[in-house]
């Protein structure tokens, strides 16, 4: 069985920029969870869908928005980026909000 | 603000060796915890779960649980090179929606 599939792999933009990152769950997962991870700690959550519903949202600024589509794929946007938003950006999916999470390889963004 | 803490290392153990890792959580409320493997540069994937007080075996890893004093661990029994990584400590927390939330991680490394 496939497991969870992040796109891009790598993506470098300046700042300023917009970006879109993508993700798609384990077949049968319905609920989807993003994290952001910088270097030398450990993921910090920024959203959590399930069935096309926000779930739970961390503590990061609007700039950061994202989406769950009715086949449970999911995009991460990011607006005016800073520098500081550099980092790997993981997707995680289970099969309900409560179950274990599965990530996915991550998209490292690079913010220049 | 939830907290999950664990020493960040490095550990050291020698091949053959028993690991030894640590995490405490500041919310008694938690019921799921985990534990992750996070090689360098790549995604954390994992190891398992423990939801009861006592001890849960998988092969040559051992998670411990003691709900009362806050404290989860992980002990890897006959530690191998290939075991070298960083590990993480993760709580779900469902007075947030399930929020899962991580412990910076730490490093270990079996030394051949």
């Known amino acids: 069985d496939a497991g969870v599939t992040q796109s891009p792999t790598h993506l470098i933009k300046t700042r300023g920029q917009q970006v879109t990152l993508r993700c798609s769950p384990i077949?049968?997962?319905?609920?989807v969870s993003w994290y952001q991870q910088v270097l030398g700690q450990g993921p910090q959550f920024i959203f959590q869908?399930?069935?096309?519903?926000?779930?739970g949202r961390g503590n990061f600024p609007d700039r950061f928005s994202a989406r769950q589509f009715p086949n449970y794929s999911s995009e991460l946007n990011v607006n005016a980026l800073l520098l500081g938003d550099s980092a790997l950006y993981l997707c995680?999916?289970?099969?309900?909000?409560?179950?274990?999470?599965?990530f996915g390889p991550g998209t490292r963004l690079t913010v220049l | 603000q939830k907290e999950v803490e664990q020493n960040s290392g490095p550990l050291s153990v020698p091949e053959g060796a028993i690991a030894s890792l640590n995490c405490t959580y500041s919310?008694?409320?938690?019921?799921?915890f985990f534990w992750y493997r996070q090689y360098s540069g790549k995604s954390p994937e994992l190891i398992m779960s423990?939801?009861?007080?006592g001890d849960k075996e998988d092969g040559r890893f051992t998670a411990q649980l003691n709900k009362a004093s806050q404290y989860v661990s992980l002990l890897i029994r006959d530690s191998q090179p290939s075991d070298s990584a960083t590990y993480l400590c993760?709580?779900?927390?469902?007075?947030?929606?399930?929020?899962?939330?991580f412990g910076t991680g730490t490093s270990l490394t079996v030394i051949p």
């Open positions: 869908y399930y069935e096309k519903e926000e779930r």
């Open positions: 995680a999916s289970s099969l309900k909000v409560e179950d274990t999470q599965y």
């Open positions: 077949s049968g997962h319905k609920s």
């Open positions: 993760a709580v779900n927390d469902e007075d947030t929606g399930n929020q899962f939330y």
């Open positions: 423990i939801y009861s007080n």
């Open positions: 919310d008694r409320v938690s019921q799921s």
